[in-house]
């Protein structure tokens, strides 16, 4: 079954703080997407993880790829109250084309 | 570049009625175009996948002839909610691909209300 698990699924944290949002998944896909929504808004790209080792950063966040391990992580430094949002990640399956397995997504509150 | 647009961005309708949402690609040929919807709370689900001038493919579970969709060019897909209930109240998301490559372009969302 293609599984895409994203953790925590909930997440309060103080400004200044750093953190990590952890995304594991099934298939062999080895593009891994971030976005961010803020509430009643669309999707919003962060990253697109190519390869394994990949890792992008943009500002507080940097995210990063390990596709031995399925695995990327959505690292937040210094975390301040515009980062509030909640965070998805996917994976995509290129026979379908390109359809996209959803995780569950991260709630992230950052209180000042 | 790479722009998509939904219309209407929220709509109110009445139970039994059916609701017409666009999707566009503003600045490209989307030669696929993917319907998700999102309750509250909750990740998106895909609905159905688009290919210009073919019939959709739809998930399991996904009534087609509840949810109909259209992608007759290759800048507008449509989707319509027929003889729409309150549990079809919902976030409809659509998304835009170009050619064989692998990036998925988000419209902004539709919010229906059914009452």
């Given at each position: 079954e293609l599984k895409v698990e994203q953790n925590p699924l909930f997440l309060s944290m103080q400004e200044g703080k750093n953190y990590t949002i952890y995304c594991n998944y099934s298939?062999?896909?080895?593009r891994l997407y971030w976005y961010r929504q803020d509430p009643g808004k669309s999707l919003e790209s962060l990253f697109v993880l190519l390869s394994n080792g990949a890792v992008k950063q943009e500002g507080r966040l940097m995210a990063s790829l390990d596709t031995k391990a399925r695995l990327s992580t959505l690292h937040i430094t210094?975390?301040?109250?515009?980062?509030s949002a909640t965070y998805f990640c996917a994976v995509d399956i290129p026979d379908s084309n390109y359809q996209l397995i959803w995780g569950a997504g991260t709630k992230l509150i950052i209180k000042p | 570049g790479a722009v998509v647009s939904q219309h209407p961005s929220r709509v109110i309708c009445k139970s039994g009625t059916s609701v017409k949402i666009e999707c566009r690609s503003l600045d490209f040929q989307a030669t696929t175009m993917f319907w998700y919807r999102q309750f509250p709370k909750q990740s998106l689900m895909l609905m159905a996948t688009s290919n210009e001038g073919s019939k959709a493919t739809y998930e399991q579970g996904v009534e087609k002839d509840k949810f109909l969709i259209n992608h007759a060019s290759l800048t507008l897909s449509t989707l319509t909610v027929t003889s729409a209930h309150p549990e079809d109240s919902s976030f409809y998301i659509c998304s835009a691909k170009k050619g064989l490559r692998y990036e998925q372009y988000f419209g902004p969302g539709t919010r229906l209300t059914v009452t």
């Open positions: 298939t062999t896909s080895d210094a975390a301040v109250h515009d980062l | -």
